[in-house]
């Protein structure tokens, strides 16, 4: 997996200056339509393709026996017959991109055999590396991190969706947690939560699997654990990608007693 790890690692890089080199620019900007991931705009640009096109490039050439899934690639059934895929999400928080918000990253992520086992996101803006390989540690511009030993909700800095809060989602747990912090990408959050940089992440609509794919990796690696709002564990490399009604990753304990907080909040209000 080294040399995995040192091939995705420096088109993560790459690829973040080609983003930043669009960054300033006047690009086109189109929408995708609705998605039940998003509300509002759903963008995409100039800048999300041409990072998607380098990845795709760099990624199925030197490693060609391996599946391809990306958000911004057509979809082939072809994926799910290999053992290794690459779940790419190019351009993570393209609406933060666009706002010159600087919440969004690159996200790379190796599946074997449904599991991430090999983790990177990068956010340019503000030069952060996150790293994970199975069985290796996270780590954050080559220092290893972990994830928060915080267990009491009532203690803990929740990373949230900034959308989310804003359509209202979050208003019945305000309460619940010490503070709710909004941040763009999901990725990012993820990587924030395995970096112990806030106590726990949770998304209440679904995503999809590049989404978190990558992440996932980083949390696992930084000690920690992720599951659905059914509390399932997540696989990949699915013919349904999309992962449903939504997410918590963090500390173990931290994400058990988050889970009774969401859920718990939910069945009183049904």
């Known amino acids: 997996m080294k040399h995995e790890h040192e091939v995705a690692k420096h088109a993560a890089l790459e690829v973040g200056k080609i983003l930043l080199n669009i960054y300033t620019t006047d690009y086109k900007i189109d929408d995708k339509g609705t998605s039940p991931m998003y509300s509002g705009l759903n963008p995409v640009t100039d800048a999300d393709r041409a990072s998607d096109e380098y990845l795709k490039t760099v990624l199925t050439s030197e490693f060609p026996r391996y ?42 992520a190796l599946v074997e055999n449904k599991v991430p086992v090999l983790g990177i996101l990068y956010n340019p803006v503000k030069e952060e590396l996150f790293s994970a390989v199975k069985g290796e540690g996270a780590n954050l511009n080559g220092e290893r991190v972990a994830c928060s030993t915080k267990t009491d909700p009532s203690e803990m800095v929740i990373l949230n969706s900034r959308t989310e809060t804003r359509d209202g989602l979050w208003l019945p747990y305000k309460d619940e947690f010490k503070k709710l912090k909004g941040v763009g990408s999901v990725a990012y959050k993820l990587g924030l939560a395995g970096a112990g940089k806030a106590d726990i992440f949770a998304t209440l609509r679904p995503k999809n699997e590049w989404d978190i794919c990558a992440g996932h990796c980083i949390v696992n690696e930084a000690g920690g654990k992720m599951i659905d709002l059914n509390g399932a564990e997540v696989t990949y490399n699915n013919e349904n990608t999309l992962i449903t009604p939504g997410l918590v990753a963090g500390n173990p304990q931290a994400v058990d007693n988050t889970f009774d907080v969401l859920t718990r909040s939910e069945s009183m209000s049904a």
Do not use: A, C, Q
């Open 67 to 108: 599946g391809w899934f990306s958000e911004e690639t057509k979809d082939s059934p072809e994926r799910l017959l290999k053992d290794r895929v690459w779940i790419v999400d190019p351009l993570d928080g393209t609406k933060e991109y666009i706002e010159k918000v600087p919440m969004w990253v690159v996200s790379i």
